[in-house]
């Protein structure tokens, strides 16, 4: 199968996963980001370099049964980084995407998710002052379905490699659930060039690649 082939049948099957296993999944993804010697590390790195300044961390409004990364706010490791992190989510401007801070209240996340402005494909962005551009440390990258070897499968748009085009630096994690981390057959039609962007790191509900 191509790229869109696999897009429209990985896409139809996510859309079937329940909302009560979707939470589930989602909050075990968390977990697995923050308990990750590998995130610690690099969360360590980033703050050597700037003792002064908190870890821009980028997420990401999730639609379409997306990992509902907005879960790792109920996790009990956030607690360890919640004072070290400030928070960002993609705002879609014409053909271009940037990065706005996502004030978020802890103790009431949905008052924080009401605050923010549906934008381009009905996706909630920041609004208001927190809509100045900004370049996240690290950035947490929803898609459709990832390969073993790191490569990423969204929408078609281009919106997250156009950016990463432009802001190479940034530390990339790419998250999904188990089922839609796939290894290429040899036989797949499924070709990636210089223009899709590789995932620094994977995770999944049971796995880090």
Same mark, same amino acid.
């Given at each position: ?22 939470? #589930? ?10 308990? #990750? ?13 700037? &003792? ?9 409004? &999730? ?8 879960? $790792? ?31 978020? #209240? ?19 962005? &920041? ?14 990258? &929803?898609?459709? $379905? ?18 990463? #085009? ?44």
């Amino acid at each position: 199968m191509n790229k869109d082939e696999l897009r429209k049948q990985f896409l139809q099957n996510r859309l079937l996963i329940p909302n009560d296993t979707l939470e #589930s999944l989602s909050f075990y993804i968390s977990k697995n980001i923050l308990n #990750s010697e590998l995130f610690v590390k690099k969360i360590e790195t980033i703050l050597l370099k700037n &003792p002064e300044e908190k870890v821009k961390i980028g997420l990401y409004y &999730p639609i379409k049964n997306e990992v509902d990364i907005m879960q $790792i706010f109920n996790t009990l490791e956030i607690n360890d980084y919640i004072s070290k992190f400030e928070f960002f989510l993609p705002v879609v401007c014409k053909q271009d995407m940037y990065f706005a801070r996502f004030n978020i #209240s802890q103790s009431n996340l949905k008052d924080s998710l009401c605050n923010l402005k549906t934008g381009k494909f009905g996706i909630k962005e &920041p609004c208001g002052i927190n809509q100045v551009a900004n370049i996240p440390d690290i950035i947490i990258v &929803p898609g459709i $379905i990832f390969t073993k070897d790191k490569n990423r499968v969204g929408y078609g748009k281009g919106y997250y490699d156009r950016f990463f #085009s432009k802001n190479n630096n940034i530390f990339k994690i790419g998250i999904c659930f188990n089922n839609f981390l796939i290894k290429i057959d040899k036989n797949e039609n499924l070709i990636f060039n210089e223009y899709d962007t590789k995932m620094d790191l994977i995770f999944t509900e049971s796995k880090i690649y």
